[in-house]
């Protein structure tokens, strides 16, 4: 299999380097795109130097900060183009960690989807305030309440996709942002009827830099769960079925 991690950031210089290694290291299939949101801190241009030093690591470079979703959806366009047969979506940040890719692949072998679930097995987050960590699963609870999306953590950003369920999706009709950008490709994928999996994963506060969350994005993913509960899949105009 050819299989792409894709890493959005955005002042993640710190971690650049250590991440990719990180990434690679794990299993020789796995190549790395790095889409960087034209980072301030000089990313791109940390991005650049690691591509020149390794031929399985990819760069796209965008004009300004155009959002977390975004960014995903440019990087599976680039998957599609570069026929991967696995694309992984995965946080710059150690937030995930690289040590499940190899279980993700396991489990794809199997299935169309699959996700990395912090609430699967109880709750398995680490170094997180606990106000935020009841915003998080009790809004993973709200979501599945108001979809009927049957995951325990639909808002999570550590996945990995089978090329073709990707290639099945209008992805220009995809607007959304940061956690509202996750419900809404999972709901996608389960309403398509695709065989989503989840499986457990320890999520661990970021090492270094400083979360992207706002006020935007929490009202987004507030907003979205009833934008997919009344529109279904009208909003997206699939193109084909799997």
């Known amino acids: 299999m050819k299989c792409l991690v894709i890493i959005p950031t955005y002042n993640e210089i710190d971690n650049l380097a250590d991440i990719t290694s990180a990434v690679l290291s794990v299993d020789k299939r796995l190549d790395v795109l790095i889409v960087d949101d034209n980072s301030p801190d000089g990313t791109g241009r940390k991005a650049d130097l690691l591509a020149k030093q390794d031929s399985r690591i990819h ?9 977390l ?9 680039y998957a599609i183009k570069q026929k991967y047969d696995v694309i992984f979506e995965m946080d710059a940040d150690f937030s995930h960690n690289p040590k499940y890719l190899p279980v993700f692949l396991n489990y794809i072998e199997n299935c169309d989807v699959v996700l990395g679930s912090r609430y699967l097995n109880g709750v398995n987050v680490i170094n ?13 609870k709200y979501v599945k309440i108001v979809t ?40 996608i994928c389960w309403k398509m009827g695709f065989n989503v999996r989840e499986i457990p994963i ?13 006020k935007k994005i929490i009202l987004e993913a507030v907003w979205t769960p009833w934008k997919l509960k009344f529109l279904g899949l009208k ?8």
């Open 202 to 214: 320890v999520f661990v506060e970021r090492r270094s830099g400083t979360t992207k969350m706002s």
């Open 59 to 67: 760069v796209m470079h965008r004009e300004s900060k155009l959002g």
């Open 69 to 77: 979703g975004a960014a995903y959806i440019a990087g599976f366009k």
């Open 148 to 187: 009927g999306l049957p995951v325990c953590d639909a808002t999570g950003g550590f996945k990995c996709f089978r090329r073709e369920v990707l290639e099945s999706i209008n992805l220009d009709r995809i607007s959304s942002e940061g956690y509202a950008f996750q419900i809404e490709i999972n709901y």
């Open 235 to 242: 909003h997206v105009k699939v193109d084909k079925q799997y």
């Open 128 to 140: 997180w305030p606990m106000h935020r960590l009841m915003l998080s699963f009790c809004a993973n």
